[in-house]
């Protein structure tokens, strides 16, 4: 298990502890936005320029901008793109309304195609909390409000929800998408299948996001050289939290990736913020180790490792560093797979 200080802390690549100040009043909050499209990089870069392009009138409080991309992962084998943006508890809402609706229109789900599950064009919105003086409750009521205005706003849309915005039952991730069928999400389903919570019947052009409010997440996909996705179940069933011998915050699938097996795993914090701002969660090392031990009794080797977007205190640091010099694209200088 990692702990780290987010707040007050970080080590740099060199293992040097360096101090981080920030003001009370800084209240932070970011969207891993997950979108139905990692092949057309001009129609997910104008996803990603729509999330940062509007004005505000909210104070700022020492931020030059209100709010920033800081990276994009796009997949080509999935056709899928994660978009990961910061911005202040007052300015999220509007940056990531702005953000789906571009894609909304970009992205028609009917000419989808990928080896990822899928059920909305705008496939998932999950609202996480950067700073220690931002509720998940509070994150909650972003998410129900953007998932309200998003189907009252572009007709045909349909959203559910999970985490803290799914009231009372503040059911997770994985148990919502078994309900509303996400794993059976592919080109051509019987959308007649698909739960939903706001908005109309899910439809084939846009099918049905996801919207919801949970701790952090950072995502590590570990893959394997071989071809044998059974094996590829049978490692990813053996790491999840949910087993007795799982990594803690743990939920992972395995794919076909590439000509190899891919275990993709999002990473949840195992507790919300403390309040001295404390996360603690599984490390992609720790990830690595165990895939690359349980692999290892087939005489299979690892391929390789990615993390997707950033752990939570790299996107903490990231973000306060983009906001306050008004960095609006700071994915421009950050990784960009595609």
């Keep these: 298990m990692f702990r780290v200080a987010l707040w007050t802390s970080h080590q740099d690549l060199h293992g040097v502890l360096i101090t981080m100040a920030y003001p009370p009043s800084l209240r932070l909050v970011a969207c891993l936005l997950n979108i139905s499209e990692g092949r057309n990089r001009t129609i997910v870069e104008s996803i990603a320029n729509a999330a940062v392009n509007f004005s505000s009138t909210s104070k700022r409080n020492y931020l030059e901008c209100h709010s920033t991309v800081l990276n994009i992962f796009s997949d080509y084998d999935y056709n899928r793109s994660v978009i990961t943006i910061a911005a202040s508890v007052d300015d999220i809402e509007e940056s990531v309304f702005r953000a789906c609706e571009v894609a909304y229109k970009e992205i028609d789900l009917e000419r989808h195609a990928g080896g990822h599950p ?34 009252n706003s572009i007709k045909g849309t349909s959203v559910f929800l999970f985490g803290h915005a799914d009231r009372p039952l503040l059911r997770g991730l994985v148990q919502r998408r078994k309900a509303v069928n996400w794993y059976n999400g592919k080109n051509g389903m019987d959308f007649s299948q698909v739960g939903w919570d706001l908005g109309p019947p899910p439809s084939p052009r846009y099918g049905c996001t996801g919207i919801g409010a949970i701790p952090y997440v950072t995502n590590c996909n570990v893959t394997i050289d071989c071809q044998d996705l059974v094996f590829g179940k049978e490692i990813a069933k053996s790491i999840r ?22 275990i993709a795993c999002n990473v949840e914090a195992s507790a919300e913020l403390s309040s001295d701002g404390n996360f603690q969660y599984t490390s992609s090392e720790e990830i690595e180790s165990r895939v690359k031990e349980l692999a290892a009794l087939r005489d299979i080797k690892l391929y390789g490792t990615k993390l997707v977007g950033f752990t939570p205190d790299e996107a903490y640091r990231r973000a306060v560093k983009a906001l306050s010099e008004g960095n609006a694209t700071a994915w421009k200088h950050s990784e960009y797979r595609m």
Excluded: K, W, Y
């Design 241 to 262: 939290s949910s087993t007795s011998s799982g990594l803690a915050g743990v939920q992972s699938m395995a794919f076909e990736h590439e000509g190899r097996i891919e």
């Design 118 to 151: 899928r059920l909305g064009s705008v496939d998932l919105v999950p609202i996480h909390t950067i700073t220690s003086s931002v509720s998940l409750e509070e994150c909650g009521e972003i998410a129900i409000s953007l998932g309200n205005r998003l189907v």
